[in-house]
């Protein structure tokens, strides 16, 4: 009788370890495809988000900038001051984009769509770039002075081969943030549904076929 008794459980241990290095066998390299899924769709939607609002931004201020270096920077500060103005209070898109304009001298907000920024300095290096570098700089990161995260492109305006201002366009990060995080987690509930479909298939899988045939 209790020899009958250890090979039951000689039994039921090899029956548990056949089971377990199935569910390791065949459940890992599948979660691990996964979480490599999840991941690496997660980086490509935030890519694809953040490059093609920085795409447009940087072809809109390539716009506007290039009419101001065309047609007002030459004509004196005056004239481009006027213009800001009137291309602040024209601007279309102020509902989601802030436009400003900035003294190259002191990296200031000379006039912006929102108004409530003039005067104040940013500070980020998307305008120091812009001015020491006579190019094109975009910035994407947390705002100094509200402390948003924000991604901004900084265009310099010329006269006479000097960076005499500095156009910028900045926008708010926090829509994107919310559709990429809404992507990430949708990506992630259907890998956690393909995980439970898979773990639920190999348990019934070792109870009908697996464990019946190791008995025998």
């Known amino acids: 009788m209790a020899e009958e008794e250890k090979n039951l459980k000689r039994k039921a241990l090899r029956l548990r370890g056949l089971r377990q290095r ?8 599948v979660l691990v495809l996964l979480i490599l899924t999840v991941v690496l769709f997660s980086v490509g939607v ?3 988000y953040f490059n093609s609002m920085r795409d447009g931004l940087e072809k ?7 009419a ?9 500060f005056d004239s481009y001051y006027q213009k800001a103005v009137q291309a602040a209070s024209d601007y279309a898109d102020k509902d989601r984009i802030e436009l400003q304009f900035l003294y190259s001298n002191s990296g200031r907000i000379m006039v912006s769509t929102s108004g409530l920024t003039a005067g104040t300095a940013p500070g980020t290096e998307d305008i120091t770039q812009a001015i020491s570098q006579n190019k094109m700089w975009s910035f994407q ?3 100094p002075e509200t402390g948003e995260i924000i991604m901004a492109v900084s265009h310099p305006l010329i006269s006479n081969g000097k960076v005499r201002g500095v156009l910028r366009l900045v926008t708010s ?9 809404m992507a990430v987690i ?16 190999n348990l ?3 109870n009908n076929v697996v464990e019946p045939v190791a008995v025998v």
């Open 68 to 76: 101001f270096n065309d047609y007002f920077m030459d004509n004196g």
């Open 22 to 29: 199935w569910i390791f066998n065949t459940v890992l390299p």
């Open 46 to 48: 935030s890519n694809y």
């Open 141 to 143: 990161g947390k705002d």
């Open 60 to 66: 809109q201020a390539q716009a506007q900038a290039g």
């Open 173 to 181: 990060l926090r829509l994107v943030n919310r559709q990429v995080l």
């Open 186 to 201: 949708a990506i992630a509930l259907i890998a956690a549904l393909c995980m439970a479909l898979v773990i639920i298939s």
């Open 204 to 206: 019934l899988f070792i």
